[in-house]
């Protein structure tokens, strides 16, 4: 018996703060929907890990990092609550108490949020209050020694906590639910209630070139669809917007702070490009990378009216829920075509990728140039200012490396004998690709056949003929760029500045 009524008191306990939980989801819908106690203790969380831990989970899980992160919070949550419920039953309060602290915590994530709103402490506070309210009364009936005589429930005992925990969970499930349902309505109409017609570029991209796109099935499409395109921020719960009460702030070491609406941005002559971005955190041969083309207005014309001083040598980047990141003056008052992007593949910028205004800068990692949802550039100094990755170890300036990658065929694979095909992109954003190079088994090097590149900010595919004789092959490649750098075969990790070595996969040819 002993161990039964340990198991109802933890059943207690989890009961209890899947209702406090589902309450707290609940209000933080009707009251403070960026707050949820969940997003906020999962967003500290964020900030809080060490830069390996984020760099683990980035490499363990990809672009599925945040759904780890919430299956992680829901399951440590569950396993405090189960100890709570058997405090609860030995020490009664203890484990209320214990729920209230949980809300404290909440709370304290919650309002130390860079875009907390005046509520947004409600949703913890009520979902503490919540679970502190229900686990005694639960607890209670769980039957611990002592507290029913030879720690044995009646049947009407046992039906009682049944009743009331399964209550009690179930209710706690549906406000959960019906609270996400709601945030999740509540921030596609924010996110789509304006911005659904953007204007027509003053200046459109140019068409893409003839031969630009090679036909080898399984080969990286050359534009990224943007439901494809890989997402690695900081924000678990995607930022809402409304673009109506969106503005952006330049100031720091210029001759005129200069703040622009979403209107005014709308009313500038915006011009399309192709610009590839991709993560610091790609492996050789990896997929966060993709290639876009964006609508939007040079940050060099912004920064131009604001007219930065001579000291300045650096623009740090500020998104609404608090990331920055540093981007050298030079990179973004240069000809490239560094954008405030509010269009991606002709339409307005998906919530997850930064709508309504985000930042696509060529030649540099995302981690400090394609800041989202962005609110604030204040130009400043290196030596005066850091950014949210460069306080975890990485490079404060982050240059694109010159990389490929083979897509076809995939590693692993199995592949007929005879005449087949070698296939794959290589990238060096504003400095641009001149050959790829393929090695059989470690054979020679063989020039692949290289289409023609949009431009030098967007990577480009190749693909080589390859007669595969029966066995198991390792195929390498790497990539020349245009001025004349070969990739370097020396592996290195992604931190602090980028991965490199020559990508190589493993076939068994049939």
């Known amino acids: 018996m002993d161990g039964r009524w340990r198991l109802r008191a933890a059943a207690a306990g989890i009961a209890a703060v899947v209702l406090g939980v589902g309450a707290g989801e609940l209000a933080a819908a009707v009251l403070a929907p960026a707050s949820s106690p969940i997003g906020a203790i999962g967003d500290a969380l964020i900030d809080l ?17 945040k759904l780890a992160l919430i299956v992680g919070i829901g399951v440590v949550l569950i396993g405090i609550a189960a100890l709570l419920g058997v405090v609860e039953a030995r020490f009664p309060r203890a484990g209320a108490l214990s729920c209230a602290a949980l809300g404290v915590v909440g709370i304290a994530a919650a309002v130390s949020r860079a875009d907390a709103e005046g509520l947004a402490w409600t949703p913890s506070a009520i979902a503490g209050a919540m679970a502190a309210f229900a686990i005694g009364p639960l607890a209670r009936r769980s039957a611990p020694p002592g507290r029913v005589a030879a720690a044995r429930a009646t049947d009407p005992e046992r039906r009682w906590f049944l009743a009331w925990a399964g209550t009690a969970t179930l209710i706690g499930v549906a406000s959960a639910a019906g609270g996400v349902l709601l945030q999740t309505r509540a921030r596609a109409a924010t996110a789509t209630r304006r911005a659904l017609h953007l204007p027509a570029p003053a200046r459109a991209a140019p068409p893409v070139p003839s031969g630009a796109e090679l036909t080898v099935p399984g080969l990286t499409p050359l534009v990224t669809p943007s439901t494809d395109f890989y997402r690695i921020d900081t924000a678990l719960f995607v930022p809402q917007i409304d673009p109506a009460s969106w503005s952006l702030r330049i100031h720091g070491l210029v001759d005129h702070t200069v703040v622009l609406t979403w209107d005014e941005l709308l009313a500038l002559p915006l011009q399309e490009s192709y610009t590839t971005l991709a993560c610091v955190s790609n492996p050789v041969g990896g997929g966060l990378i993709g290639n876009a083309k964006w609508l939007g207005y040079p940050i060099r014309d912004l920064l131009a009216r604001a007219a930065p001083r001579a000291e300045a040598d650096m623009v740090l980047s500020r998104s609404t829920d608090g990331f920055t990141a540093s981007t050298p003056l030079e990179v973004l008052t240069d000809n490239r075509d560094a954008v405030l992007a509010v269009g991606m593949n002709g339409a307005p910028l998906p919530p997850e990728h930064g709508f ?45 490396k010159l990389e490929s990658r083979i897509d076809v065929p995939r590693t692993g694979a199995t592949v007929p004998s005879g005449d087949t095909v070698i296939a794959g992109v290589a990238w060096q954003q504003h400095v641009g690709i001149s050959k790829v190079e393929v090695s059989v088994d470690d054979g020679a090097w063989q020039d692949a056949e290289l289409a023609t590149a949009i431009s030098a900010d967007t990577w480009v595919q190749w693909r080589l003929p390859w007669h595969a004789a029966s066995g198991a092959h390792t ?5 020349t760029n245009h001025a004349g750098e070969v990739q370097t075969a020396r592996e290195v990790p992604p931190a602090p500045d980028g991965a490199t070595g020559w990508p190589h996969i493993t076939v068994q040819v049939a």
């Open 49 to 65: 890990a060490p830069g390996w831990g984020k760099e683990a989970a980035i490499s363990l899980f990809g672009t599925s990092d």
């Open 356 to 400: 309504p205004v985000r930042m696509v800068v060529p030649g540099l990692y995302g981690y400090v140039s394609a800041t989202k949802w962005v609110v604030d550039l204040e130009v400043t100094r290196f030596d005066r200012a850091s950014a949210y990755w460069t306080e975890q170890g990485w490079s404060p300036r982050g240059p694109i």
């Open 475 to 479: 195929i390498r490649c790497r990539a």
